[in-house]
Nanobody
Framework: QVQLVESGGGLVQPGGSLRLSCAAS????????VGWFRQAPGKEREGVSW????????????HYAEFVEGRFTISRDSAKNTVFLQMNNLKVEDTAVYYC???????????????WGQGTQVTVSS
C-alpha cells in the first residue's frame, strides 16, 4: 500500500521559512518522481517543484515553478524515503495547502501523478 505523508506546515510571518517533508512508503522503483503542488482557497491547484531520482544521485534532477525559483529548494533523503521542500523568504501569496505526489514523469502537471498525500497547511501572515 502506497502512502505519502506530508508534514512541516504551519503559520509563519512574511520573510520566514518552513521545511515541508513528504515521507513515502510502498512505492515501486518506477515511481521515481515526487512533486509538490499547492492549492489556495478559490484557486486552482498549481505545481511548485519536482524531484526526479536517478539511478545514482548525480543523475537526480529538480525543477521549480517560476514563482518559487530562488526561494524554494527541493531535496531528497533516499535512506528515509523522504523528499523535502525548503521554503525561504515566504510571501503571503504562498499561503495554501501543500501536497506531495508521486509519479513516473517529471512535470508540474498534477494529472501525471498517481499517488497523493493528504496535504499540509502553510499560512504566511503577519
Amino acid at each position: 500500500q502506497v502512502q505519502l505523508v506530508e508534514s512541516g506546515g504551519g503559520l509563519v510571518q512574511p520573510g520566514g521559512s518552513l521545511r515541508l517533508s513528504c515521507a513515502a512508503s510502498g512505492l515501486t522503483s518506477d515511481y521515481n518522481v515526487v512533486g509538490w503542488f499547492r492549492q489556495a482557497p478559490g484557486k486552482e491547484r498549481e505545481g511548485v517543484s519536482w524531484f526526479s531520482s536517478g539511478d545514482v544521485s548525480d543523475n537526480d534532477r529538480t525543477h521549480y515553478a517560476e514563482f518559487v525559483e530562488g526561494r524554494f529548494t527541493i531535496s531528497r533523503d533516499s535512506a528515509k524515503n523522504t523528499v523535502f521542500l525548503q521554503m525561504n523568504n515566504l510571501k503571503v501569496e504562498d499561503t495554501a495547502v501543500y501536497y506531495c505526489a508521486a509519479g513516473r514523469f517529471p512535470a508540474l502537471r498534477g494529472d501525471l501523478y498517481t499517488y497523493w498525500g493528504q496535504g499540509t497547511q502553510v499560512t504566511v501572515s503577519s
